[in-house]
């Protein structure tokens, strides 16, 4: 049985085992900045992965890219971000903080104060200055997006890969923006990780493949163990589109602090590369090849947020659950678990020695661990009890345990336990890593 979930117990055990940090916690910590630790980035690199795998290597329509943070300040003037990129910001009287105006309901929500300055813009991108002088001249932003890096090198792509539409460019990378109110754990931050596509497009079937990109984005969550039931779309109003959009969805989790967005997927029409063919005076259009037609693809835009969806599949796997007394490790207690799909899981397999001061025991373990590792990514642990040991594995998602007792020693076997189901079974040394392998495939 599963008990609700809260965000309080996700950042603790993100903390106690070593899936998130905050940023410069021994100096006091900076605000709305994590740092990914040994689990967590075995983690985040599954779900960059199982996104890379689904939308560029299983795909024949796909290639990748990887762009520079740092662009020609040019790019943001093109892309309207220079001007436009911001925030309507208001400061407490009182307290001196600064909100948005929809934050403020009356009053701070700081200090209560009910006077406010007028309402302002804030531009989000963070400024940079590049070269030896700190002047005009040498403003550079770190980018608010990955999208433009994608636009400005359509030309490049197509001249290397001979590519005809419809197809796609896909790119996972960093971005920054200076939120004035970030937090929710990881959910909003200034430095944060992108998985975005740019599918480009004939304007004539562009809204059959948004429509499709919407669906296949859809599924890739549920694919990976999002519970159907926390998971929606909601389509934009016309009023909250970008000028230059024909349509957008989102896709929502209902994360424990609410209905948030994981993902975008927008029909940018041809907007993108006639703005950088107006700023830049290259020809960006698409030259078909066996029409000799000329013109601007639509370009559909699923763009997600991979720090968000990494917090979504913990928050998903997370379950407490009432142990047996039956139970093999004898703890009638709650436990935590995270019921990882097997793609995300970080660690898929735990070898755990029984007995830690006999050599032959231990010998063993290390043999299997080093064997299994080469396939399959393992940990090795004698720092506790069994019971211990399992409950452990269990907070992180691993799988299997595998245990080795002095009983293996003889008939060169071990006992395997099941994450999910706790039953376990003994196997043959020998077939160890064939059960798994067949097992963590399925």
């Not at 907007?271 to 078909?288: I, N, T, V």
Request: glycine share 6%; aromatic share 10%; charged share 30%.
């Amino acid at each position: 049985m599963q008990t609700s979930v809260d965000m309080e117990k996700i950042t603790a055990l993100c903390k106690r085992r070593g899936f998130i940090f905050q940023s410069s916690e021994i100096y006091g910590g900076l605000a709305s900045a994590w740092d990914y630790g040994p689990l967590g980035v075995e983690l985040k690199r599954n779900v960059k992965n199982a996104w890379w795998k689904s939308v560029v290597h299983s795909r024949d329509d796909m290639v990748g890219l990887d762009t520079s943070i740092l662009m020609h300040p040019m790019v943001w003037k093109a892309s309207g971000h220079t001007d436009n990129f911001s925030d309507q910001v208001v400061d407490c009287k009182k307290c001196k903080k600064r909100f948005r105006p929809d934050q403020i309901g009356g009053k701070c929500p700081s200090c209560g104060g009910k006077e406010f300055t007028e309402a302002r813009a804030f531009n989000l991108m963070l400024k940079t200055h590049l070269g030896a002088m700190e002047d005009s001249s040498s403003v550079a932003y770190l980018r608010p997006e990955t999208a433009q890096g994608i636009f400005v090198n359509f030309p490049n792509v197509l001249d290397t890969t001979h590519r005809r539409l419809p197809f796609g460019i896909a790119q996972i990378g960093k971005s920054f923006r200076n939120e004035i109110t970030p937090g929710n754990f990881t959910f909003r931050t200034r430095e944060f990780e992108q998985m975005e596509i740019e599918y480009f497009t004939p304007p004539k079937d562009a809204e059959q493949c948004y429509q499709q990109w919407i669906n296949e984005r859809f599924q890739w969550y549920l694919d990976l163990g999002i519970r159907q039931e926390n998971l929606r779309r909601r389509e934009h109003a016309k009023d909250e589109l970008a000028h230059y959009a024909a349509g957008c969805t989102d896709i929502e989790y209902q994360f424990p602090f609410g209905w948030s967005e994981l993902e975008g997927i927008a029909n940018r029409t041809d907007y993108d590369l006639k703005q950088h063919a107006k700023f830049s005076g290259k020809d960006l259009e698409y030259r078909d090849n066996i029409t000799n037609e000329k013109f601007y693809p639509y370009i559909i835009e699923p763009s997600g947020g991979c720090d968000r969806a990494t917090l979504a599949f913990l928050a998903d796997a997370y379950h407490e659950e009432e142990v047996p007394a039956a139970a093999a490790d004898k703890e009638a207690k709650t436990r935590v678990v995270l019921k990882f799909s097997k793609q995300l899981a970080p660690v898929k397999v735990a070898i755990l020695p029984l007995l830690k001061k006999n050599d032959g025991i231990v010998a063993l373990a290390k043999k299997i661990k080093q064997d299994l590792q080469k396939d399959l990514v393992c940990v090795y642990d004698d720092t506790a009890a069994i019971g211990k040991l399992y409950r452990r594995q269990d907070e992180i998602g691993t799988f299997y345990c595998v245990t080795v007792d002095v009983q293996s020693l003889e008939d060169k076997q071990v006992t395997v336990r099941d994450r999910d189901t706790m039953k376990q079974e003994r196997i043959p040394v020998d077939n160890l890593k064939k059960y798994l392998m067949e097992r963590l495939s399925n």
